[in-house]
């Protein structure tokens, strides 16, 4: 086999996320058209299967930010092919955080991809892989919500912009976590770089139980408030109302009584 052909299959896109995609595609088609019987069923698909196309995409970007950087390992790892099986962690990277949407409505950041960082040279290079993730979802949300803040809600049915704010809502949580700087995360990988020898030598050993970290402080009431008012205050900011995003979550949780107002059709 040539060596332009193994790169090639190493960067073909997964069956198993084209299929994820197609699960997207056609549940955003009956929330769209309300072709659905029960519209609560096909926001909860067409939620879901977006959240792990977008846990997909932060791991790419991780992953092709890492192969310009200089490791060139990550296509051999399955990581350029965008399917979810082949992440280091993928229960931490796919299942935890859609197990958490499904639970308690909110985007957990997910485990990472492994780069071989000595391949790497340059903090500033070091600092891009790991911002690269976040920064899709920022991504993310920005196309959730450009119907929001570019005023074109006419002819969007209200299931759909329901879903969209919730959706985006989710990004928006993953982004805000994922970029804190607590180890383990990518916002600790943002800074270090920049940090002195023995500062990340005492810090590796926190690092496996970031994830855990981060919900032992939302679990700490000041912390949660200052979080999901800085939650509010960007999804102010992307002109989404909050209760769009209120009665998206209720939609999606298809297996509870929808409220009133948020009922649709």
């Not at 006419?154 to 700087?181: K, S």
């Not at 979080?227 to 205050?233: A, H, I, M, Q, S």
């Amino acid at each position: 086999m040539s060596t332009t052909t193994h790169r090639h299959d190493e960067r073909r896109i997964s069956p198993v996320f084209l299929a994820i995609l197609a699960v997207m595609a056609v549940t955003g088609w009956a929330v769209w058209t309300d072709f659905a019987t029960s519209p609560g069923l096909a926001v909860f698909l067409f939620v879901a299967s977006a959240w792990i196309v977008s846990l997909c995409l932060h791991e790419y970007a991780h992953a092709r930010t890492a192969l310009h950087g200089g490791d060139i390992t990550v296509g051999a790892r399955g990581y350029l092919t965008l399917n979810p099986m082949a992440y280091t962690h993928a229960v931490l990277s796919i299942v935890l955080p859609l197990l958490f949407v499904i639970l308690g409505g909110i985007g957990l950041p997910g485990g990472a991809v492994f780069i071989d960082r000595d391949r790497v040279r340059g903090r500033w290079k070091h600092s891009l892989i790991s911002a690269a993730g976040p920064l899709a979802n920022v991504l993310f949300a920005a196309v959730c919500t450009a119907p929001f803040w570019l005023d074109a809600l006419d002819g969007v049915p209200v299931a759909f912009q329901y879903a969209l704010a919730f959706l985006a809502f989710l990004q928006v949580t993953a982004a805000i976590l994922n970029l804190l700087p607590v180890p383990g995360l990518d916002g600790y990988g943002v800074l270090e770089p920049w940090l002195s020898y023995n500062i990340r030598r005492q810090v590796e050993p926190v690092a496996p139980y970031g994830f855990f970290i981060i919900i032992g402080l939302l679990y700490i009431p000041a912390i949660n408030g200052a979080f999901f008012d800085l939650v509010d205050t960007v999804m102010q900011a992307l002109g989404v109302p909050e209760p769009s995003r209120y009665c998206g979550l209720e939609l999606f949780r298809f297996w509870r009584e929808t409220p009133e107002f948020c009922q649709v059709g």
